[in-house]
């Protein structure tokens, strides 16, 4: 079993904190719309390979100026060396900005329902969608109701084994699911750099995930 890849979530400009972080992520995600205008001060400092994530509020974000604005942030992203962009199903003109993207770095197609877990015929559907549209990730969360949500969003994976993907359920509930994720074919899981800079519900630390890994890693 390969050791599970965790993304510390960067939210703010505590370089420290992020510094302190780096020996045990394996890369950082850049939230532009958590952090702010100073946010290239930050994307410059990281010594290990960063997503840039501008995140549209109805998917759970805290972007809510231009849309115009928002691609041009992420474009600025490619300029400061970001590894990964991330950009949302649901993003209008997606073939354009894909293909922006891809010419210098990897396009993680995403898709958040922040109210349940659709069945997994629907979450299947939502693959096809990003795949089509180019994405070199495919990244499906929704939000998990019962347990059993759990079960729904991870047999992902099973109906994708060659498709580089994430996929768990945010919440309480979807808990099992977010620690799952990277252990069954996920390419990584999320973590908050510390408690209180969570940017979803149910997110985990760094810290705390790293412990837990330790035990069930080789």
């Known amino acids: 079993m390969k050791k599970p890849g965790i993304c510390a ?6 370089l420290a904190a992020i510094t302190e972080l780096e020996p045990l992520v394996e890369l950082f995600e850049v ?8 946010w290239p001060e ?4 990281l010594k290990k390979p960063w997503i840039a994530t501008n995140r549209l509020a109805q998917e759970g974000g805290g972007w809510r100026q ?5 691609k041009e942030e992420l474009l600025k992203a490619l300029q400061l060396g970001a590894s990964i962009v991330d950009i949302e199903l649901s993003t209008r003109n997606l073939e354009k900005i894909v293909s922006l993207i891809k010419k ?3 396009c ?3 898709s958040h329902d922040l109210e349940k877990t659709p069945s997994l015929d629907r979450l299947k559907e939502i693959v096809d969608r990003q795949q089509a549209a180019g994405a070199d990730i495919c990244k499906v969360i929704t939000t998990a109701q019962k347990f059993d949500d759990n079960v729904t969003i991870l047999q992902l994976f099973r109906e ?6 994430i996929a768990f359920a945010m919440g309480p509930l979807g808990l099992i699911s977010r620690i799952l994720c990277p252990l069954v074919g996920g390419q990584f899981i999320y973590a908050s750099s510390q408690k209180g800079a969570e940017s979803a519900a ?4 760094v810290s705390e995930l790293a412990r837990l890994y330790q035990r069930v890693s080789p």
């Open 9 to 14: 979530v960067i939210a703010n400009k505590d």
């Open 31 to 38: 939230r532009i719309d958590l952090i702010g205008d100073g």
């Open 42 to 45: 930050v994307a410059r400092g």
């Open 66 to 70: 231009s849309e115009a604005r928002r």
């Open 104 to 106: 210098t770095a990897k």
């Open 108 to 110: 993680l197609i995403s």
């Open 160 to 165: 994708f084994p060659e498709r580089p993907m």
């Open 202 to 205: 149910g997110q985990l630390t």
